[in-house]
């Protein structure tokens, strides 16, 4: 069973608010990533990190969102100015050194108004 | 070139029977392909996974079959069960810089 932490379950936020969602990977798990996945089950990839470093991010993730793994405290995504599409479910996944193998957290469903 | 093709988006098949789900990608660097479940209310979670080196990977009731030269894989649930309804993607990556998931496929196991 994953032990991926994230926090919190349920953000409602207006219109060009700020969304900030936080992730504790399992311990001793180097890589972390972020997915949004819409109403529709589709995933999106955003950014991952190994060892609080940006390992890929897409564009979107560059512009508006911004995103960080600091040693010794939890990641955290941020949107900077929520928009109606940015409703979702956001998935912190982390992954020890074995590529490939990702345990994901329970989600923050955000949702946008 | 990064796209993973997940099909069918919805499958039923009746318990006891083998679903098969398929996917297929373009980039041949792809080298790590696993499937999630996720089923309602809950985030994925790995089931199977397989690298190119091999054809074939079991566990359970649950198989990968791989293709290199075709470029598809698919995952073959033997004997299935109510409890196995979930929707089901598969992915694929290389290393932790290039990944990609399918779109899902939705599967119902009636009794």
């Known amino acids: 069973n994953s032990k991926v932490i994230q926090t919190p379950r349920y953000l409602v936020k207006g219109q060009g608010q700020k969304a900030k969602m936080r992730c504790i990977p399992e311990k001793g798990h180097p890589v972390v990533f972020w997915y949004q996945q819409n109403k529709n089950n589709e995933f999106k990839f955003l950014i991952n990190f190994q060892n609080q470093e940006v390992l890929q991010q897409i564009d979107m993730t560059e512009k508006r969102f911004s995103a960080e793994c600091p040693s010794n405290s939890p990641c955290s995504l941020e949107i900077q100015s929520s928009e109606a599409g940015d409703s979702a479910l956001y998935l912190c996944?982390?992954?020890?050194?074995?590529?490939?193998?990702?345990?994901f957290g329970p989600g923050t469903r955000l949702t946008v108004l | 070139q990064q796209q993973v093709r997940q099909s069918p988006q919805s499958l039923t098949v009746w318990e006891g029977e083998t679903a098969i789900l398929n996917c297929s990608y373009e980039d041949s660097t792809f080298d790590y392909f696993p499937w999630y479940h996720q089923f309602p209310g809950e985030s994925p979670a790995l089931l199977i996974a397989i690298r190119p080196v091999s054809n074939k990977k079991e566990d359970g009731r649950f198989t990968i079959f791989f293709n290199k030269r075709e470029k598809k894989f698919s995952l073959h649930i033997a004997d299935s069960q109510p409890g196995d309804s979930a929707t089901y993607f598969c992915?694929?990556?290389?290393?932790?810089?290039?990944?990609?998931f399918g779109a899902g496929t939705k599967l119902t196991i009636k009794p």
């Open positions: 996944a982390s992954s020890p050194w074995t590529v490939g193998e990702q345990y």
């Open positions: 992915a694929a990556f290389y290393g932790n810089e290039k990944i990609t």
